[in-house]
């Protein structure tokens, strides 16, 4: 039973990582587009992405929010960035 009970555990956790991992993506894209759209302010731009990390729905401990910068960051200066910085408020 307690070989089962860790087998579950560890498929709840895989799933959660992995329902993290696309709801990660899916903020990248909203990201690039907001980013690049010049009829979006940058202000809301940033307020929605804000948004966004707020609702995300992580494990404690998770390292998600650790790559969820590496995953966001666009290249320093680019044109039309949006000036969100994950975990701000």
Do not use: K
Not at 2 to 18: H, M
Not at 75 to 88: L, N, Q, T, V
């Amino acid at each position: 039973l307690r070989g089962r009970a860790r087998e579950r555990e560890q498929l709840q956790a895989e799933a959660s990582e992995r329902f993290a991992a696309g709801y990660i993506q899916c903020m990248h894209e909203v990201h690039t587009f907001v980013s690049t759209c010049q009829a979006i302010d940058a202000t809301v731009a940033a307020e929605l992405l804000n948004h966004l990390l707020e609702s995300m729905p992580l494990r404690e401990g998770s390292s998600f929010r650790d790559l969820l910068g590496d995953a966001l960051a666009g290249p320093p200066g680019a044109p039309g960035r949006s000036g969100w910085a994950p975990g701000g408020g």
